[in-house]
């Protein structure tokens, strides 16, 4: 199916009564931006919208993505919420005639609006706040094991997706959650990357998928109860502590490193490196994890270039202050690499090396005897850049910035100094510089590049091509004996 864009969704939502099939959907009023225009909340395979009316609030997701057996999901996800009272999930609908877009009917998903904060938010609002923030990580803890106790997993846990209303943890997103029911498909999305095993394919979709992320998750929250500071240092506002490649290179990792001076962490360390080290099905539970009842391995388990298990050495966990130790194996070497970076080995015939050898004398024979100049083309642009009167882009685009008022792209990117609040910068205040930029990229565009450029190119790039390129092409044809 072809889903619509972004846009034609953001004109649709603008008439529910009209756009909306769903009769409750049909008597809501939209969350807004600055100008009265719906407000946006981008996903991966969705954009989502905030619907209210006088009693009930919904998120209605619309797909911009295909999702591979997206009704048969949902069929059995809203199953299972229908008979499963767990405290952590919200109610979520498949509607089939969901949204309204140029007489085509596309399916949408009503799920109960959560009014709190994401995960991220919420540490950033407390963060001065160490009981609040243990709470938060005795809560997580008790919420992973009572998904294991029922084998389901979310598939993408992440800041974005837990939030957190009256200090009670909820998760959204339900498109890659693992049902018993569902154990005939695949995973159709790989999660956020500072949050997964690196390993992780879409042939990895069972009960088990949400390990990895639940110790990174746990993990970051207690560090952040130990010592707060930690959060401005690394978080990115894109994890909570961890990124990818702390999980590539534990051993080389600044925040690991620093995390095993902390006499209440130094343990989870080790451990957190044994389970970067372990293959995707060998990792514990969460509660494992934190009881430390399991052994580790001191080598990875698995080749990042090939993605194999490998032989290895396992061991129990290491003693306090005790270090693993890291080694890559190659199944299809013995010999010991120590990068991640997977080794190449390219190998070359002896009538390679003497074909090369020949072209290469050839050059630097003949050419000497034959001198070419080439004009270089910047300085050849220049000219005619001069002789046409062709302002350069840059002088000739900041008039019309001033006129249309366009914020420079530089005010229109992310400054964490000055703008804490990622969702503000995303939903809000760049789309307010986009939609200001309209106007100024039309008339700018238009006429600078029709007025001005269209004629000095055509001129520029004949002349260029002609004289340059030919000789070109006939240094090719004497080197190679063809003929031009």
């Given at each position: ?412 990117s992310w400054d964490q100094a000055n703008l804490k609040d990622y969702s ?39 002349k260029y091509k002609t004289e340059n390129l030919t000789r070109y092409v ?11």
């Amino acid at each position: 199916m072809q889903w619509p864009s972004g846009d034609r969704y953001q004109e649709a939502v603008q008439n529910p009564s009209t756009s909306f099939f769903d009769s409750e959907l049909k008597i809501c009023t939209i969350e807004t931006m600055l100008h009265g225009l719906p407000k946006p909340y981008a996903g991966n395979f969705t954009t989502t919208y905030h619907l209210y009316n006088h009693s009930n609030h919904w998120a209605v997701r619309c797909f911009t993505r295909d999702i591979p057996d997206l009704q048969k999901r949902y069929k059995e996800i809203g199953r299972f919420l229908q008979i499963s009272d767990t405290g952590f999930f919200v109610d979520a609908t498949y509607v089939p005639n969901g949204i309204l877009i140029n007489g085509q009917w596309y399916p949408v998903i009503k799920m109960t609006w959560v009014d709190g904060d994401t995960l991220s938010h919420f540490i950033n609002n407390n963060i001065s706040n160490p009981g609040t923030l243990g709470s938060l990580v005795n809560s997580f803890q008790s919420m992973i094991a009572a998904m294991d106790s029922m084998d389901l997993a979310h598939g993408d846990l992440q800041h974005g997706n837990i939030m957190i209303k009256n200090r009670q943890i909820f998760l959204i997103d339900y498109d890659g959650m693992y049902l018993p029911a569902l154990s005939d498909l695949q995973a159709n999305e790989l999660g956020h990357p500072n949050y997964q095993h690196p390993m992780r394919s879409d042939c990895h979709y069972d009960a088990n998928m949400d390990r990895f992320s639940s110790i990174v998750i746990w993990f970051g929250l207690k560090a952040l109860s130990v010592d707060p500071k930690l959060w401005d240092k690394y978080n990115t506002y894109e994890n909570i502590l961890f990124t990818r490649n702390d999980f590539l290179d534990p051993d080389n990792s600044q925040l690991l490193t620093e995390l095993a001076t902390y006499p209440k962490l130094i343990n989870f360390v080790d451990k957190f490196k044994g389970v970067c080290f372990m293959g995707i099905d060998q990792i514990p539970t969460l509660d494992q994890f934190i009881s430390g009842d399991i052994t580790y391995p001191t080598v990875r388990e698995y080749s990042i270039a090939s993605n194999k298990l490998v032989s290895i050495k396992p061991r129990p966990v290491p003693s306090t202050g005790e270090s693993l130790t890291k080694e890559y194996y190659y199944p299809d070497s013995s010999v010991e690499n120590t990068t991640v970076t997977p080794v190449l080995q390219t190998k070359f015939s002896h009538k390679w090396i003497i074909a090369i050898a020949l072209i290469g004398f050839l050059i630097f024979s003949v050419i000497p005897i034959f001198p070419i100049t080439i004009s270089k083309q910047v300085p050849y642009e220049e000219s005619y850049q001069e002789s046409y009167q062709v302002p350069s882009q840059e002088l000739y685009q900041v008039p019309y910035q001033e006129a249309y008022n366009v914020p420079s792209q530089r005010d229109c990117s992310w400054d964490q100094a000055n703008l804490k609040d990622y969702s503000y910068y995303q939903n809000v205040y760049l789309p307010n510089c986009e939609s200001s930029g309209i106007a100024y990229r039309t008339v700018y565009r238009t006429e600078y590049r029709t007025t001005y450029r269209t004629a000095y190119r055509t001129a520029y790039r004949t002349k260029y091509k002609t004289e340059n390129l030919t000789r070109y092409v006939n240094l090719f044809a004497l080197l190679t004996g063809s003929k031009s």
